[in-house]
C-alpha cells in the first residue's frame, strides 16, 4: 500500500518508514525537521550520530534497492502543501508522527506550551480536514499516549479507549460508551487529549477510519532496519527533555554515575520496545475500521515496570549505584508524594496533586472522588495511604 | 473592579462590557474586530446598524459619564500583547468571547473549520498561558455552550458540568467525578469541548481560577444600556450563518415568508435572554472560584422550546404561516430523523446519527449504547422508536 508518514524523520518515524518500505509498502515521509532544529535550540544531541535525510534515504536505497520519497512541508502550517500531496499522491494510509512529543519540552515555558499546543491541534486538525476534503477514504493511523489517563490510577486497571457508563436519564439510568477520561499531566498530554477529541468527531460525522494507539514509552535504539547499515541508525536521546527514563539511566550508568530515583520511585509506566512498535504500526495498518465505525483505539506496550526496579535492573547489569533523590517538600510524614493514593476521614480516597510549602506548613492538594479538590495542612489532615 | 473583555465588539461582549461599565467596573475592551471581517466576507450585515468602535464609546461616555478602554489585539496569534497587557494593567477578571462562534460558519468549508480551529483553540490557550506567565491571580470567565452535550440527549436530563461515575479497578468500582461526557456536533462545538479540556487542565496544574458558562442560545438584542442611545444598539443578526433560529422566523415573519422548519421539528433548544446573560456575567463575576478548585461549570438559560413550538409562537403572534421542510432523505418510514432514539432486536436502544440515501436504498448510521455505530437499511432494520 502507498503509505505518509508524518513525522517520518523522528524517533519513530524513521524506523516505522523503514520497516514499511522493507514490506513493500511505498513510503512517502513528509517531515519539517522540526527534531533537528529542537537539538540546536537545546544544545544537545542524539548520541547516535543522525545523518542528513538525504544520506540516510541513499542508505536504504542501496542496503534496500527501495526508494522513499521525502516531501519537506510544515503539517501544521502549510494546509494546502498537505491537501496537494494528498489529492496527488492517493495515499491509502497516513501514519501521523508530526507533533511535539517531549512532555517536558512542552513545559518549559510559555513559549514551548504554546508551540506545543499550535503544533499539535492544527497538525492533526489539518490531516483530518485535508483527508475529507481531499475525498480519498484514506485510513490514518495516529500514535498517542497512554499518558493522557494521567498517572495516577494506581489501582486501576490500565485504561484502554472506551468505558461504558451509567447517565442518569428521566427514565432512569440508561448505559453508554464513553472515552475513557482523561487526566493529562503535561501541556503534551494535554494536546493527545485533544487529538483524540477531534478523531472522535471526524470519524462520527466525516466517517473517518481512524486508528489511534496510545503507546507506553518507546525504548531501544534500533530494529532489524535501522541496524543494516550504520547510515541508517536511529536517535538515541538522554537530555532532560527527550530522553526517557531508561535512556537516562542507561547514560548515568555509562559514564558512573549514580542513577537518580525521585521520590519513592513508585511511578509505574508502561514500556515497548521501538521494534514491537514498528510492528504495531503495520498491524494497525493491516486491520483498519471500516468507515462509520468509531475510533479503534489500542494500547501499545509490553511490559510495565515501577521506576526504582528498572533503576535496580540496570543497576544490577551495570553496577552503577541507585540514588534515591526526595521530591522537593517531601519531608512532611513519610513518603507524601504527588500521585499517592491516600484516605481522609471526612472525604474519602483522593489522590495528592501537589505538595507545598515544608515542615509544619506542609500543604497537600488532595483530589477527592466525594468533592473534588481539597488544600490540606498535612500535620492536621491525618491522611493514610489509601 | 478591572475587567478585560476579549471580542468586546461583538453580539455578547458589547452589553457586557456596558453593563459592567454601567455597575462601575473598569472595562477594556479587547478585539480584533473580526465580526465586522465576516460581515464583509459573508456580504451580510446585522440588521440594526452597529456603529464604529469609535462612535460607541464615544456614546457610551456621552450617555453614562463612563470610559471604556479598547485595544485592537488578536488574541489568537499575538500572544506578547496580550501578555504585556495583562502585566500593565493587572485586570481582577478577563471575560474571554474572543472565538469564532457560529456553528453553521464552521462548517462552511476545510478554510471555515481550520479558522475555528486555529483561533478558537489557540485564542484559548494564549489566555491561559498568560495569565499564568503575567503572575497576577486573575479569573477567567469564558462562554461555552450547552451544545457541547450534544443535542441527541433526548430524555436525559441537561448535562451541567460534571457527572459522578463508576470506574472498574482491581479493588472493585471506584467512585470518581468526570467532566460531563461531550458530543459535538459541529467544529465550533468541538472546539468548545477543546476549551473545557484546556480549563481542567489549567485549573488543575497551576490553580488558575476559572468559570465555564455553557449558555443557551442567547436571544433579543438589546439590554438596559445599549437601548439608552441609538449608537449603543447591539447585532440583530438572521444570515444562515449567525442568526439563531428565533431571528430567523422573526424575520421571515416580517417579510411576509412562511416559517421554515427542518424535519419534524422536535429538537429541543435552551434559550436566554440576552439581558440574563450579562447578569449571569455579573453574578460569575462575584462568585469566583478559589485557586485549587475544579473549574466552576453553569448552564445558561432560562427556558427551553422545541423548534415548532417556537415557530408556532411566532406565527401566533404574527399572522406567519409555518411550513414544515422535510430533511434531506427523511422519507423511509415516519418520523425518521438524526438524533431520534431507537430500538433494534439485536444491537438495543441507539440514536439515529446520519441518514442517507433516498427510498429502498435508505440507510442511517445508528449509534447503539452497546456496540456503538452501525449502518443499517431501513427497510429492513425494523427499528422502532424507543
Known sequence: MKVLVLGGDGFCGWPASLH??????????????????????????????????????????????RAISVVELDVAHDYHGLLALLREECPDAIIHYAEQRAAPYSMKSGKHKRYTIDNNVNATHNVLCAIVESGHDIHLVHLGTMGVYGYGTAGMAIPEGYLGIQVPTDDGLVETEILYPTNPGSVYHMTKVLDQTMFAYYAKNDELRITDLHQGIIWGTNTIQTKLDERLI?????????????????????????????????????????????????????????????????????????????????????????????????????GIYVGLKVRHAKFGVGTIRKIEGKGDDQKAIVWFASCGPKKLLLRFAGLERA
Chains 1, 2 share one sequence.
Open 20 to 65: 514499511l518500505s522493507a514490506r513493500g509498502d511505498e513510503v512517502i515521509i513528509v517531515d519539517n525537521f522540526s527534531r533537528r532544529r529542537i537539538d540546536e535550540e537545546l544544545g544537545v544531541q542524539s548520541l547516535t550520530p543522525i545523518r542528513t535525510m538525504v544520506e540516510r534515504r541513499a542508505a536504504w536505497q542501496e542496503v534496500s534497492g
Open 234 to 334: 536511529n536517535r538515541f536521546d538522554y537530555d532532560g527533555d527527550y530522553g526517557t527514563v531508561l535512556n537516562r539511566f542507561l547514560m548515568q550508568a555509562a559514564v558512573g554515575y549514580p542513577l537518580t530515583v525521585h521520590g519513592t520511585g513508585g511511578q509505574t509506566r508502561a514500556f515497548i520496545h521501538i521494534q514491537d512498535m514498528v510492528r504495531c504500526i503495520e498491524i494497525a495498518l493491516n486491520n483498519p475500521p471500516a468507515a462509520g465505525d468509531k475510533v479503534k483505539i489500542f494500547n501499545q506496550m509490553t511490559e510495565t515496570h515501577r521506576v526504582r526496579d528498572l533503576a535496580a535492573l540496570v543497576a544490577e547489569l551495570t553496577g552503577a549505584e541507585v540514588e534515591m533523590v526526595p521530591e522537593p517538600g517531601d519531608d512532611y510524614g513519610s
